[in-house]
Every structure is written in structure tokens, then in C-alpha cells.
């Protein structure tokens, strides 16, 4: 079923490639931002997301909007937990998740929106997520704010069954 799907990711790709200007590249993007509504977290995150992109002119002149596939992981530590050590090491000392996100990045001149859907992993808890970003690039450099809304079946290390993060993050484009 991957295979075919892959497959059928790729086919569309070169099909439409015909038709289009289009470019291949990755973003990598580290990322600081805070858990809102929590009373155990109250201190600075950080994480980062690699996301593939494909940048075509299907809906406008100018090869300037992107479909996006982002890997991105998340680490907020508290009572006592550390940036790195605290990372899915099984103790109550910090909030983690991993997402995958499939987003759509619409330019308007040097500004970006991006909105992106997907799931979020933590240690014990898997949830929904809805990532919008909004943002300015420059050449190859992204700066932009997201925020992070998850809503899931089973309770966070935060308390409730979702979790909000608002932060910024400073992306780099590479195309290949």
C-alpha cells in the first residue's frame, strides 16, 4: 500500500511537471516557542522541522507556491528537565511531540501563509494537529510564526486531551 501510493505521489509530480514550472527543495527550520494554557510549563521550548517542498505556478504566475510534507519535533522541559536530555526519556520532566504535517504555502509578494495538517506523537499520547504558519521570506530565509493546535483521545503530559504552542522559527530553502 506505501508502494502504491508513493508510486502515484511520484506519477502525479512528473505529470504535472509537464504543464508547470516547478522546484524541488528542503527547508530546514529549527523553532523556540511555549505550551500555552499550562500551568506545568512555563518555560521556553525548542525543536525544528525539515519539510520537502515543491514549488509550482499551477495557481499563479510566478513558481512561488508550495505543496509541503514537514517532519517537525518539539521539546518544552519543566521541573527540571533539560533542552536535550529531557527527550522522550520516559521521566515527567518535559512536554514532547513529533508531528507529520502535509501543508500548502501560499506567496503573496514576500509573505507566506501555510496552512498544515497531520499528527503529533508524544510520549504516551497521539493527537490531531492543525499547524498554520504565517511569515516573511527573503531569498532563501523564512521567518515566520506558527502555532501549533492538537486535540487527541488520550491526556497529555499537560494536562487535558490537547496542547497549544506559539512560537517563531527562522527556515533556510534549499532546492535541488
Known sequence: M???????????????????????GIKVAPEAGMILKSDKSNKLGVGGTISLMYSHNYF????????SITLKGFNNPWNGGKIVSSILNGKS??????????????KIK?????????????????????????GYSYQNFDFGLFLDVAAGNEETPIGGKGFNTLGLSIGYFIPF
Do not use: C, W
Request: charged share 15%; glycine share 4%; hydrophobic share 40%.
Open 2 to 24: 506505501k508502494r502504491l501510493l508513493f508510486t502515484m505521489l511520484l506519477v502525479a509530480m512528473f505529470s504535472f511537471s509537464s504543464y508547470s514550472q516547478y522546484q524541488f
Open 110 to 134: 514576500s509573505y507566506y501563509i501555510e496552512p498544515r495538517i497531520g499528527f503529533a506523537k508524544g510520549y504516551d499520547y497521539t493527537a490531531f494537529i492543525f499547524s498554520p504558519q504565517i
Open 60 to 67: 499563479s504566475s510566478e513558481n512561488s507556491d508550495a505543496f
Open 93 to 106: 520532566d518535559a512536554f514532547n511531540y513529533l508531528s507529520v504535517l502535509a501543508g500548502y504555502q501560499k
